[in-house]
């Protein structure tokens, strides 16, 4: 069974920065796309960055400039880069993998709060 498992998570001030860690069990060169989510209270959840097998990488509007998103083949591990993060930024984050037969997986998220 595939597991995912983030840290990295924490409370940091508006303008600072924070690297979230997806830890993948097993060989992450299995799943064709990795994404980081976000869901904030009351809001629905959003696709924050993700990256495919070849390195391609998407990020929503909002985090454009700020977040990077790579992935470390030979540690099985996906990152979230998140520089001069805002209050609204302020989310539960959780990464997901989809493999190569479709199958998705989650993992069990971490807090992000910006806030002085």
């Known amino acids: 069974q595939v597991q995912l498992v983030e840290s990295g998570g924490g409370l940091v001030q508006p303008g600072g920065s924070l690297r979230l860690s997806c830890a993948v069990s097993g060989n992450i060169l299995r799943f064709v796309r990795m994404g980081w989510y976000r869901q904030a209270p009351g809001k629905q959840r959003e696709l924050v960055a993700q990256?495919?097998?070849?390195?391609?990488?998407n990020y929503a509007d909002s985090v454009k400039g700020r977040f990077t998103i790579s992935r470390d083949n030979t540690k099985n591990t996906m990152y979230l880069q998140m520089n001069s993060l805002k209050p609204e930024d302020t989310a539960f984050y959780s990464c997901?993998?989809?493999?190569?037969?479709?199958?998705?997986?989650w993992g069990q998220g971490t807090q992000v709060t910006v806030s002085s």
């Open positions: 990256i495919f097998s070849g390195s391609t990488t």
């Open positions: 997901n993998a989809i493999h190569w037969n479709g199958g998705t997986n």
